[in-house]
């Protein structure tokens, strides 16, 4: 386990899922360790035996599992496997950082308000893969990354915050990502650190920011 340093707070446990190199996943343990999140990264889970994110972690001494995704016949199978991976860690916060799989609702639900991931679009738009391609095609002038709460819905969720780009006209999507990947990387340990002091919390259906209704999504 990785542990982040002493803070007034109790530290929450992290679960965090990943399928390829982690690069937030690596973010949110630098993060921990300067004390900016206070808390521990209990367990990395990741649905590939290859992903190199699990190299880092093995590196880092951070408690590892594979699920590999192949081994299961449907989603129900594979997330109810997950989930009793997850419970071994007491009240798990869950952080997606790169998980390429689409979750179910059961799944969802049993961590409602603990579940969330970042997507390199300003969602609601682009949902899916290839956003900054998409971004580029569609002529947007403002691209970006979201926080959001999991639900069953691909990328639909209710948008915590968003971090914000400009788009250029010699922009590619290879361009494009690496500035968003900048932005990630600051937003994501932003968020994750109010949603685990109770700054963030999603009650009834709606988001609250210090107990007050979120009208729009924090922005940055």
């Given at each position: 386990?990785?542990?982040?340093?002493?803070?007034?707070?109790?530290?929450?446990?992290?679960?965090?899922?990943?399928?390829?190199?982690?690069?937030?996943?690596?973010?949110?343990?630098?993060?921990?360790?300067?004390?900016?999140?206070?808390?521990?990264?209990?367990?990395?889970?990741?649905?590939?035996?290859?992903?190199?994110?699990?190299?880092?972690?093995?590196?880092?001494?951070?408690?590892?599992?594979?699920?590999?995704?192949?081994?299961?016949?449907?989603?129900?199978?594979?997330?109810?496997?997950?989930?009793?991976?997850?419970?071994?860690?007491?009240?798990?916060?869950?952080?997606?950082?790169?998980?390429?799989?689409?979750?179910?609702?059961?799944f969802t639900r049993r961590y409602t308000s603990r579940?969330?991931?970042?997507?390199?679009?300003?969602?609601?738009?682009?949902?899916?893969?290839?956003?900054?391609?998409?971004?580029?095609?569609?002529?947007?002038?403002?691209?970006?990354?979201?926080?959001?709460?999991?639900?069953?819905?691909?990328?639909?969720?209710?948008?915590?915050?968003?971090?914000?780009?400009?788009?250029?006209?010699?922009?590619?999507?290879?361009?494009?990502?690496?500035?968003?990947?900048?932005?990630?990387?600051?937003?994501?340990?932003?968020?994750?650190?109010?949603?685990?002091?109770?700054?963030?919390?999603?009650?009834?259906?709606?988001?609250?920011?210090?107990?007050?209704?979120?009208?729009?999504?924090?922005?940055?």
């Open positions: 386990m990785s542990k982040c340093p002493d803070t007034a707070a109790p530290a929450r446990s992290l679960v965090i899922l990943i399928s390829g190199r982690g690069s937030n996943f690596q973010t949110i343990h630098q993060a921990c360790l300067l004390g900016a999140i206070n808390a521990d990264i209990a367990l990395v889970i990741s649905n590939r035996p290859d992903a190199a994110g699990l190299v880092y972690a093995r590196e880092q001494k951070i408690r590892t599992r594979v699920l590999n995704h192949s081994d299961y016949t449907s989603r129900n199978q594979y997330d109810l496997a997950l989930s009793s991976v997850i419970d071994t860690i007491e009240q798990p916060f869950v952080i997606l950082a790169g998980f390429m799989r689409r979750l179910t609702g059961s579940l969330i991931n970042i997507h390199p679009s300003l969602l609601p738009l682009h949902p899916g893969l290839d956003t900054h391609r998409a971004a580029i095609e569609h002529g947007d002038r403002w691209h970006g990354c979201s926080v959001h709460y999991v639900t069953e819905k691909l990328d639909g969720g209710p948008v915590i915050a968003r971090a914000v780009v400009p788009l250029y006209k010699q922009d590619t999507p290879q361009l494009l990502a690496a500035r968003v990947l900048a932005k990630e990387h600051m937003l994501y340990p932003h968020v994750i650190q109010l949603c685990l002091t109770g700054r963030i919390e999603w009650k009834d259906g709606h988001i609250l920011h210090a107990g007050i209704p979120l009208q729009y999504p924090l922005a940055f």
